[in-house]
């Protein structure tokens, strides 16, 4: 196929086998000498090479690479010294054959021949119609990804069919280079986007579309890649990184709204979490213009409501009666007009002080309303620029935006809350003539950069995502953040040093916890938990009512008293004395942790792998846990009031023997009987259990204690041995 080298020079057949023999020997030191000195004495270089890669074999078992890759690299090596060999001096035809011939050579088989290739024999200049043959070669031979790569290469992106090129890279799991392919082409970016889309239906027939493909052959993992579940991540993934209008999706998002009007539900009916008015405002939102999720709605009001709720939105969005659920249609011929309309009220106006009930229950913003200011304006923006960036200042921070559950791939900002000491600033970003205010965005630059005012977050990396989907001049210009420490990063030190159990104050770290994020964090350290119920409000929407101001201002007041907390005793709670050196990275798991980890698996609840980790000696010291520190003060007996839910009916039967006050639910209490009692009657709560991280933030500090009765040492008689067995003043 290739002009034969002249006579005068080595014979490149003799030269390969020379080089195939060392190969075989593994002589590689010898292997380069040999291919330098060989490649100088090729009468034409470039020739001599397409004919030795000619008769180099393919991947040989037991070996990383080729002899043809080895023979590659050299002569790229070689070639630097040696300018002059180029297709400079050939005549088109000649040059044409050249690239022709080394064009052929890039294959599946003969992997890492492509870059070098490409390099020394300049195919990208080769006519267009050429090129295309080969994709189309490689195609047809199964060579996928070489096919999509050489099209890069080369740049044929926009001669060739996207689906053909995409579609088996995606079923053969390699999504990230279809993603390459279509980079810096905005318009191959939503063809893609809108392929993965049509694919994310329940009936998507894969084996049909595999038909297509004869050559492939998909393993169980590729297989099970390709359903909905997963390729609507991928949508909304590539929607954000592409910018592509979610408009275009609309099976992914028709996807994420059936799941997000499922979440409202169990949110409202079945947690009893989220206000009628933020649930309403909600599934306004996601059902608009959507008989699909109308129709959806109403069923699933049959499910978690009742037949008049369901009635009156069916009612509402004049839902086709042969779509409706039995009993439906009959529930609205039977209501008035009256009746069948949505309550649309708002919630009447809430005081600013909160019931005594949600103050026994949940972490209180310890400031009266005048001290929380709602700026709409760059004049109220300049008092709180003036306070916050005072050097040696301590700011909670934190953003609020509107809950697009997964529907948006980064939501907005609507309110930026900044907390000091005793007071907190809500910046109002629904406020044009504040958020579009370059002073605006150049005081949360200031901020964020200044290391010498200490900002104090959770989570900080969604709230900065959020803050520059909201103000793009932050990606232009990225942010430099100085001064931040993410309270994230001292909940993770608290969970590592509970798990290694080298803390000396009670911190209880549970996967089972009602209690998640920021609030669980509050609940350990100060006690009560946040109240979480306006989290998933409107945050849009103006004015804000009383129950959001609180909530957004506690948000970010909240993270003051709990580094303040930390602060004055890092050591108890396990931390370092310097709270900001704690950073995001992991530490190596400590043996005692990987133990614990082993352990865990093998048992039902985490208290029980601590027993297990820490053997009979450490059994007495970690079975019982209390929700504040403990005070080392001695308890009579008769001085002692518990009541002992009714998981502990035997222990409170024995304490009772030894002259214990105990009072002792009985089987058909509810446990928050225990938490109404030790309210009322200043008593102590006994109890074990999945009920310890319900009543454990209904009750002051220390007033709570869970006994772990699971495992070996399970039963009434494990109760008292763990109650007794502890120093008095554990009690």
């Avoid at 039977?334 to 009220?345: D, T």
């Avoid at 994230?488 to 994020?517: F, P, T």
């Amino acid at each position: 196929m290739n002009p034969v080298a002249r006579s005068e020079g080595v014979d490149p057949a003799v030269l390969q086998g020379q080089l195939f023999d060392l190969w075989s020997r593994k002589e590689l030191e010898e292997l380069r000498l040999q291919a330098v000195s060989g490649f100088s004495q090729l009468q034409d270089p470039l020739v001599g090479l397409l004919t030795m890669l000619e008769n180099c074999p393919g991947i040989q078992k037991g070996k990383s690479s080729t002899l043809g890759q080895f023979i590659l690299t050299e002569f790229v090596r070689w070639r630097r010294s040696h300018p002059q060999v180029t297709l400079k001096e050939l005549t088109e035809e000649e040059k044409q054959r050249l690239q022709l011939s080394a064009l052929s050579l890039i294959i599946a088989s003969q992997p890492g021949y492509m870059d070098p290739l490409l390099d020394i024999y300049e195919l990208g200049t080769l006519e267009t119609s050429h090129l295309l043959e080969h994709v189309t070669y490689l195609q047809s031979i199964g060579g996928y990804r070489e096919a999509a790569l050489l099209s890069m290469k080369v740049e044929l992106q926009k001669e060739l069919d996207m689906e053909q090129i995409c579609v088996p890279l995606i079923l053969l799991d390699k999504l990230p280079l279809a993603e390459s392919y279509v980079r810096d082409h905005p318009e191959l970016q939503k063809r893609l986007v809108r392929l993965l889309d049509s694919w994310c239906i329940p009936d998507f027939n894969l084996e049909e579309l595999q038909r297509q493909y004869p050559l492939l052959s998909l393993s169980k993992h590729q297989t099970d890649q390709i359903q909905p579940k997963l390729l609507s991540r991928h949508v909304f993934r590539l929607m954000e990184k592409f910018s592509v209008d979610p408009s275009l999706c609309v099976n992914s998002v028709h996807k994420r709204k059936q799941d997000s009007l499922k979440f409202l539900m169990y949110k409202r009916f079945r947690e009893k979490r989220m206000t009628e008015e933020n649930w309403r405002d909600h599934v306004q939102v996601t059902v608009e213009g959507n008989v699909e999720l109308q129709v959806l709605l109403v069923d699933l009001l049959v499910h978690y409501s009742e037949l008049q709720v369901a009635a009156q939105w069916a009612k509402r969005y004049n839902v086709p009666r042969d779509r409706l659920r039995t009993g439906v249609w009959d529930t609205m011929q039977s209501l008035s007009s009256k009746q069948l309309e949505v309550n649309e009220s708002s919630c009447p106006l809430e005081p600013w002080d909160t019931t005594q009930s949600h103050k026994l229950q949940y972490y209180q913003l310890p400031l009266a309303r005048e001290n929380i200011h709602f700026l709409q304006t760059l004049d109220q923006l300049q008092l709180c620029r003036e306070t916050v960036l005072k050097p040696g200042c301590v700011v909670g921070v934190d953003m609020e935006w509107r809950a697009g559950f997964g529907t948006v791939s980064t939501q907005r900002v609507a309110l930026i809350q900044l907390a000091v000491e005793g007071q907190v600033f809500l910046l109002d970003l629904c406020a044009h003539s504040l958020s579009h205010h370059s002073l605006t965005v150049q005081f949360i630059r200031t901020l964020l950069t200044d290391e010498n005012v200490l900002k104090l977050g959770y989570g900080t990396s969604g709230d900065f995502r959020s803050l520059v989907a909201t103000w793009p001049e932050l990606k232009e210009e990225p942010l430099a953040v100085k001064g931040m420490l993410d309270l994230l990063h001292v909940h993770q030190q608290l969970q590592r040093c509970w798990r290694g159990g080298s803390r000396s104050r009670s911190v209880e770290v549970s996967e089972g916890s009602a209690e998640k994020g920021l609030s669980l964090l509050v609940q350990q350290v100060l006690g009560k938990p946040l109240d979480k119920t306006e989290q998933l409000s409107n945050w849009e929407r103006r004015p804000l009512r009383t129950g959001q101001l609180r909530y957004a201002a506690a948000d970010a007041y909240c993270l003051l008293d709990v580094y303040l907390m930390l602060s004055k005793d890092p050591k108890a709670f396990g931390l370092p004395e310097d709270l900001c050196s704690i950073s995001s990275s992991q530490p190596a798991k400590s043996d005692q942790e990987k133990k614990f980890k082993d352990k865990k698996k093998q048992s039902t609840s985490p208290r029980q792998a601590c027993q297990s980790s820490h053997g009979p000696a450490g059994d007495n010291q970690e079975c019982v846990k209390g929700n504040g520190e403990r005070q080392a003060t001695t308890v009579a007996p008769h001085e002692l009031r518990v009541v002992c839910d009714n998981m502990l009916q035997g222990l409170g039967r024995f304490l009772r023997c030894l002259g214990v006050d105990v009072l002792i639910l009985e089987n058909t209490d509810d446990h928050k009987v225990a938490a109404e009692l030790a309210r009322t009657e200043g008593r102590i709560i006994l109890t074990s259990g999945q009920p310890y991280q319900s009543l454990r933030s209904q009750v002051a500090e220390g007033r709570c204690l869970t006994l772990d009765c699971s495992g070996e040492s399970s039963g009434p008689g494990c109760a008292r041995a763990q109650a007794f067995s502890r120093p008095p003043h554990s009690f």
